[in-house]
């Protein structure tokens, strides 16, 4: 093993592990995925510790347990279709294309999306498509998903992922005001849309039409 192998092992064995996530699944995907080559530039170094990071046009890499608390949640299989708004880095995109049949991502920042789908195509991940927009309203071309993640805080659920959330399906989402969020998985299932809230977290803003969109700035 590798230096790096050897800190993501430790990462997942304190991190999430030893906090509760317990989907072996997902741990051994966090054990696959070189986290290092997705942090900002001269970051490589904190890129096994436990926080956020810079990556770049004000954006960040999420915090490892942070991560490993959503996929936990999505409960993928391995057959899902999963649609992710917040492509950022391309770290947790990376996590889920481990884990479900395919990987649908949007994000707002074009030099983020083509950084990440440079670093997705390097690691030889076939299972991702890549998209700049906003994702806020979803990507309409490709619904239903059976599972949404939302990376970037939101005021509300956008009704547009909503929608396109596949029935049974499930959507996790990290929802309030700007400074904190709580974490919000959603299940729909035989038309019943049930909201559980799973913790305080703190995203970026996640900013388009049906998030922080202009009518709000006043708010930011
Ligand atoms: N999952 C990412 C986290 C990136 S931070 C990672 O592991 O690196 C959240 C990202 O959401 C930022 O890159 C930001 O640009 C993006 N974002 C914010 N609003 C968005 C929107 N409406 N549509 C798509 N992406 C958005």
Request: net charge negative; glycine share 12%.
């Amino acid at each position: 093993m590798t230096e790096w192998d050897d800190q993501r092992h430790e990462m997942v064995a304190r991190q999430i592990a030893g906090r509760g996530v317990s989907d072996e699944r997902v741990l051994e995907a966090m054990r696959e995925v070189p986290r290092h080559l997705f942090v900002g530039r001269g970051m490589e170094q904190s890129a096994y510790s436990d926080h956020a990071l810079p990556i770049g046009e004000g954006q960040t890499i999420s915090q490892p347990y942070m991560v490993a608390v959503m996929t936990e949640a999505l409960s993928l299989t391995g057959a899902e279709k999963v649609l992710e708004i917040g492509t950022g880095s391309g770290y947790q995109t990376a996590v889920l294309a481990g884990l479900a049949d395919r990987v649908f991502s949007v994000e707002r920042i074009e030099p983020l999306a083509r950084r990440a789908r440079e670093l997705i195509d390097e690691l030889g991940i076939h299972n991702v498509s890549v998209r700049v927009g906003d994702g806020t309203i979803g990507w309409k071309e490709f619904e239903p998903y059976d599972r949404i993640i939302v990376t970037a805080g939101s005021p509300e659920v956008p009704q547009s992922l909503l929608e396109q959330l596949a029935d049974p399906g499930i959507l996790v989402i990290p929802v309030g005001p700007a400074s904190i969020q709580q974490l919000t998985i959603i299940d729909k299932r035989d038309g019943v849309v049930a909201e559980r809230r799973a913790g305080g977290c703190t995203f970026v803003p996640l900013l388009g039409r049906e998030g922080w969109g202009p009518e709000r700035e006043g708010i930011y």
